[in-house]
């Protein structure tokens, strides 16, 4: 079966071939970003009622600061300042819940007691239902673009702003991310991960470098001296415990002796090298090869091996309210669906080894990358939708998954984090080639 985009397709691009097929996208309505009057946005459009079951009209700190750094990126930055300061909006509200557990007044095991991470950004409020709040991830992720666009000038955070960060450094002190189970990018069972703990060391490196700027320029931050500088050595001490943990565990996501926790491969560790960049091109390369000879797949990359989300023939195993819901405290009846090899495969995966590609390639030179960096272009254009799926042509999946034996995207279509991960690709590549182009 032919695809849209077939004609637009090269083994080698010219810069004014990648600018066709992303105006090509753009005339097709492909970078769809609607805003919430806070600035946030949904994680996916949902196109008609029947899909609204899927929760994903809501607002995920993680899927928000993908979307805005992608933004920031693009030479946007007023659009990332929007998101950022909607979710420190949000944060104020959650400063009770901080300060009980910096206190030791409330147990961090009661995860609906920690600072919630999904939450209706049209209203920035709390939703009532169960979730797995325990993700430290998404606190790491928003420390790590929030502090990146202040220390750049982008973001100004009032007095209150600066103490919110400061805070979560304290929070993430007391439930000791280093070690903490916590249920991370998949919103699953707890256990310790090291693509949390590396979002959230990054996200505490820019806290540092955050500060140490505004104590060397004298610059205003609602505090004392003291308190910026207490907030330095606080950070750096955790910086040094997240490394060491980060050391130990990659390039597994999880070493845990107990073999229901234990995972050697987890595609969330590519987020660890692009966008927050936080371990070594040794370390990358490593775990790059393993994404790509264990979970990637014809259609798209599994985020683990036995994921049994929107596993084969998921919509008639399970009945629309049960398909989203959390599962981080009984993974066992979902898992019991899973058939070998029926593991979805996501779409947010393909475009981020393709920028990794890319800037190993901007940076060396080296053609296998450029042709790398090409390759994970194309398969991520060809997991757009096609003229015969039911939802518009050009749209940008969570994942395709199996129905009676045929791969289709499944109902969370289009997923705007997928989006911002296609637009980068596209960006990239086009750096890419107007590296060639200069020389």
């Known amino acids: 079966m032919t695809h849209p985009l077939d004609r637009f397709l090269r083994d080698q691009y010219s810069i004014d071939d990648v600018r066709v097929i992303r105006q090509q996208l753009e005339e097709s309505g492909t970078f769809q970003f609607p805003t919430l009057p806070s600035g946030l946005f949904s994680a996916a459009i949902t196109h008609s009622q029947d899909l609204e079951y899927t929760g994903y009209q809501n607002v995920w700190v993680r899927d928000n600061i993908h979307i805005a750094h992608h933004f920031y990126v693009l030479g946007q930055p007023d659009k990332a300042v929007e998101a950022v300061s909607a979710i420190a909006r949000f944060f104020h509200t959650q400063r009770n819940k901080l300060r009980d557990i910096i206190t030791g007044k409330a147990d961090p095991q009661n995860v609906m007691l920690r600072p919630h991470v999904r939450f209706d950004g049209a209203t920035l409020t709390e939703l009532s239902e169960k979730w797995s709040h325990a993700q430290n991830d998404a606190i790491g992720y928003w420390l790590w673009l929030g502090s990146t666009l202040a220390r750049e000038g982008h973001w100004l955070p009032t007095a209150d702003d600066v103490k919110l960060l400061s ?55 609602g505090g004392t001296k003291s308190f910026v500088d207490q907030t330095c050595r606080r950070a750096e001490s955790l910086i040094e415990r997240g490394r060491a943990a980060l050391t130990a565990i990659l390039p597994s996501e999880c070493v845990q002796a107990d073999p229901t926790k234990q995972r050697r491969y987890d595609s969330a560790l590519l987020f660890l090298i692009y966008p927050v960049r936080i ?43 049960n398909r989203t819901t959390d599962f981080s405290n009984d993974m066992a009846a979902r898992d019991r669906l899973l058939q070998p090899g029926g593991e979805a495969q996501w779409c947010i995966f393909d475009p981020i080894l393709s920028v990794i590609q890319g800037e190993r390639y901007q940076a060396t030179g080296d053609p296998e990358r450029l042709r790398l960096q090409t390759e994970y272009v194309n398969r991520s254009l060809r997991q757009l939708t096609g003229e015969y799926s039911t939802f518009p042509p050009l749209r940008c999946p969570e994942s395709y998954y199996l129905e009676n ?3 289709v995207p499944n109902d969370i279509t289009p997923l705007l984090w997928t989006q911002a991960n296609l637009r980068l690709a596209l960006h990239s590549l086009e750096q890419s080639l107007s590296r060639d182009q200069k020389e």
């Open 167 to 221: 805070n979560f450094v304290q929070y993430l002190e007391a439930v000791r991310f280093w070690e903490d189970e916590d249920s991370g990018h998949w919103e699953e069972a707890r256990k310790i991960e090291a693509s949390s703990i590396g979002v959230a060391t990054a996200g505490l490196i820019a806290v540092r470098d955050y500060f140490a700027t505004m104590a060397s320029a004298q610059m205003p931050f």
């Open 279 to 321: 371990v070594s091109d040794e370390q990358a390369d490593q775990i790059v090869s393993d994404v790509v000879g264990q979970l990637q797949g014809p259609h798209g990359i599994r985020r683990y091996l036995g994921d049994s989300y929107w596993c084969a023939n998921y919509k008639a195993l399970l009945d629309p309210q």
């Open 405 to 407: 034996d045929r791969w």
